[in-house]
């Protein structure tokens, strides 16, 4: 990889993955900051259909549905997800951010309550308790705020220091000190940014508004300790090279 990296091909793609990373956190920005809850505000404005609806409505419809497939393939890269059968037959899946408090009880057979808005499933509930479906509305400048700190300052460190290396590779056949610790740097932002919310969500809050503001407390400390190591190996690394 370091070799690959102080080359000008290598450079040059890691300097494209880099803005890649920037265009996507200000694209998601753009798009979800004016306007990203607008769905979730009509979602809870929502009222029960007086009847049922052939075509999705923007009413609220309760179902009954029988459990036929509850897995959880997390070790296979995809969240918990559920597969219900409605009384015609038809087939509804859905999936899950976390076990919460239904998904985690449900065995095949079961009998669940879901909630269908749109024509989607975005709520299931049994024994009093109920859970959101990862297709439920959701805050979406939460979480276009949250992409934005995993990608946007990863991204832009690691296009500034691949121009850098691009720029002086002539000058210096290998990554100078700086060089390598910013390269460090720009992927341990990206591992801080994906880590960062994970102990967030233990913590208690209200929306996920509140839960991208604890991301972000998170990350700080995180990338602030980064920074200073990044700084430091710059120096002793520095420190060390002969004196042409």
Do not use: N
């Not at 700190?149 to 690691?158: E, Q």
């Not at 604890?214 to 200073?228: D, E, G, H, N, R």
């Amino acid at each position: 990889m370091a070799r690959f990296i102080r080359t000008a091909a290598g450079a040059i793609v890691f300097l494209l993955v880099g803005l890649g990373m920037v265009a996507g956190a200000v694209g998601a920005l753009v798009a979800y900051l004016p306007d990203g809850v607008r769905d979730l505000r009509a979602y809870e404005a929502a009222t029960p259909c007086p009847t049922v609806s052939i075509e999705p409505a923007d009413c609220l419809w309760k179902q009954e549905f029988t459990v036929t497939e509850v897995d959880d393939p997390r070790g296979r890269g995809k969240g918990p997800y559920t597969i219900l059968t409605d009384a015609d037959g038809h087939r509804w899946r859905s999936t899950y951010g976390d076990p919460g408090p239904v998904w985690g009880e449900l065995a095949k057979g079961d009998r669940v309550t879901g909630t269908i808005w749109r024509g989607t499933l975005t709520e299931i509930s049994e024994g009093g308790a109920s859970q959101s479906t990862s297709q439920a509305p959701a805050d979406m400048r939460a979480r276009s705020a949250v992409l934005a700190l995993i990608l946007l300052p990863s991204g832009l460190s690691l296009a500034i220091v691949s121009g850098w290396r691009f720029a002086r590779r002539r000058a210096s056949p290998t990554l100078t000190p700086g060089q390598s610790a910013s390269f460090g740097l720009s992927f341990g932002l990206l591992m801080a940014g994906l880590i960062s919310p994970v102990p967030a969500a233990l913590l208690p809050y209200d929306g996920e508004l509140e839960h991208a503001g604890f991301t972000a407390l998170i990350w700080l400390p995180i990338a602030s300790l980064m920074a200073v190591l990044a700084r430091l190996h710059t120096i002793r690394a520095g420190g060390r090279q002969p004196v042409a």
